[in-house]
């Protein structure tokens, strides 16, 4: 018999993703066979799986967490946002359409199906599945053909346990106001909650507690203290992007308005030797800069014009007359050549624009999307690299015959002649450590961070513990319902 039990939040960026990872880890270290799922998720960084498809990045570290591969099951419909007002639907991990919010409510009861089928065969697989919504139940206005909390939750039976942030202040009016709002069919659907990133001695908040059961009448599962140490876990959301000081070693990150895949950014973080500077927009990029990092997009020709509206063309160009160092990945690496072709009008209007020329290559807009997941090693040193592709695009041009990488035995990327501009279309290398270090020597640093995914498997024990400790798991499990 599996058991199931859906988290959501009072608010969104209330830790539903982080608390569920921790859940995932602490029931799996109890001998539970336990997955995640997320029937709808908004990212534009996902994770490419061991089937083929695309997932939300969270969903891949709630798996991770389990101990096992990421499916697209886990998270059977993915937003991307390519624009303020539409974004490619990715359904069980291929695309789907790309919709506009009317459309999307459209295609929701579609959707819905999905989102329940590939629920069904997670759970044929578990003894605990740990559903994950999106955003806040509260938002009623959604609540017509809502897929992503109680109109699953609704599908499927799940139990609701419901998550307040209380650093954001207000948490009482967070959760009595969801309770006040929410229709009774949905209001009666939570069964308990926990209040999320306290501050301080959790005991002050003693008569809190009691407000919010005595005023809801769910169950208190606890006082969640702030977990320190969740900057080390792969962010998902570009709202947890942020710069981190550190050594002699200055990585430049222009935020683009649809940057993707920024989880290249995660192990450079955590090297102590090395700053990671995002320049969010109004902001020069910085002079002193070791080097400027392109970071992954969504939609690569709108980033591209984003990018030369703030100027951060100037700067790049200026940064290479001083000897700096550029590094474009996936479409970083496109901006950086010489034109992006895009006469089927994938990305927008049919056509071609010039790109910062930086890399004598040129990139085609093509519909099939490259999804695979590749092993491989950098020529220059040997080291063993490994990652995945997630893009749309075919690029080539003379500065491919200098490839640094190599896949599958294949030449890979390309490189300017003087070495110090360099371009590929693979996310995930840094998370390997031997690479790391072999790159960022060429910057004039050594790595000191000897183990990344040691330490993401140690930061995952940690928040398990942290929530064994603080919150009552057992009556967690006690609140999930038989499927």
């Known amino acids: 018999m599996t058991k199931i039990i859906m988290v959501q939040g009072a608010g969104s960026n209330v830790g539903k993703s982080m608390v ?17 799922f997320k029937p709808q998720n908004m990212s534009n960084n996902a994770a490419v799986t061991a089937d083929g498809g695309e997932i939300g990045r969270a969903q891949a570290l709630q798996a991770r967490a389990c101990g096992v591969e990421p499916l697209t099951d886990m998270n059977p419909v993915l937003l ?34 999905f989102a329940v089928e590939s629920f069904e065969r997670i759970c044929a697989e578990a003894d605990l599945v740990v559903i994950e919504g999106a955003g806040s139940p509260a938002e009623i206005n959604l609540r017509a053909g809502d897929i992503a909390n109680m109109g699953f939750a609704e599908a499927v039976d799940a139990p609701v346990l419901l998550i307040g942030d209380i650093d954001r202040g207000g948490v009482i009016a967070q959760m009595v106001g969801t309770h006040a709002i929410l229709p009774p069919e949905d209001r009666n659907r939570i069964t308990g909650f926990l209040i999320n990133k306290f501050r301080g001695d959790v005991s002050l908040f003693d008569d809190g507690l009691a407000e919010i059961v005595t005023r809801t009448g769910w169950v208190s599962t606890g ?20 710069s981190s ?19 290249d950014l995660d192990p450079l973080s955590q090297e102590p030797d090395v700053s990671v500077e995002i320049i969010e927009s109004g902001r020069a990029l910085p002079g002193d800069a070791d080097l400027i990092l ?12 984003a990018l030369r509206a703030e100027g951060w063309d100037t700067d790049i160009f200026a940064h290479v007359r001083r000897g700096g160092h550029v590094l474009g990945i996936c479409g970083g690496y496109q901006m950086l050549g010489r034109i992006l072709n895009d006469p089927q009008g994938i990305e927008g209007p049919a056509g071609a624009v010039p790109g910062l020329g930086l890399l004598d290559v040129t990139t085609e807009m093509v519909p099939k999307k490259q ?3 590749v092993t ?25 015959a200098r490839a640094w990488l190599e896949i599958d035995g294949q030449p890979h990327g390309a490189a300017s002649q003087s070495g110090r501009i360099l371009g590929c279309y693979l ?30 498997e140690q930061t995952l024990d940690d928040l398990a513990q942290h929530i064994a400790t603080h919150l009552d798991t057992g009556g967690i499990l006690n609140l999930a319902r038989d499927r």
């Open 20 to 36: 569920v990872a921790g859940l995932c880890r602490h029931f799996t270290s109890l001998g539970l066979r336990v997955r995640p």
């Open 80 to 113: 991307k946002p390519e624009t303020d007002i539409g974004a490619q639907v990715i359904v069980q991990g291929q695309r789907y359409a790309t919709l506009k919010a009317r459309d999307y409510a459209k295609a929701k009861p579609d959707l819905l199906r």
């Open 223 to 242: 006082v969640l203290p702030w977990f320190a140490d969740a900057w080390k876990l792969p962010a998902e959301d570009v709202m947890d992007i942020a």
């Open 245 to 263: 000081p550190g050594g002699q070693i200055k990585i430049a990150v222009p935020r683009l308005p649809r940057i993707a895949n920024f989880d």
């Open 294 to 305: 392109l970071p992954g997009s969504k939609s690569t020709i709108a980033d591209l014009a």
């Open 371 to 373: 999804l695979t997941r």
């Open 376 to 400: 491989g090693r950098d020529l220059k040193t040997g080291t063993t690299i490994s990652g995945y592709e997630i893009h749309i695009g075919e690029t080539g041009g003379p500065d491919n």
């Open 427 to 456: 996310h995930g290398i840094f998370g390997e450590n031997s690479f790391r270090k072999a790159f960022l020597s060429r910057l004039g640093t050594v790595s000191t961070t000897t183990d990344y995914a040691g330490t993401v």
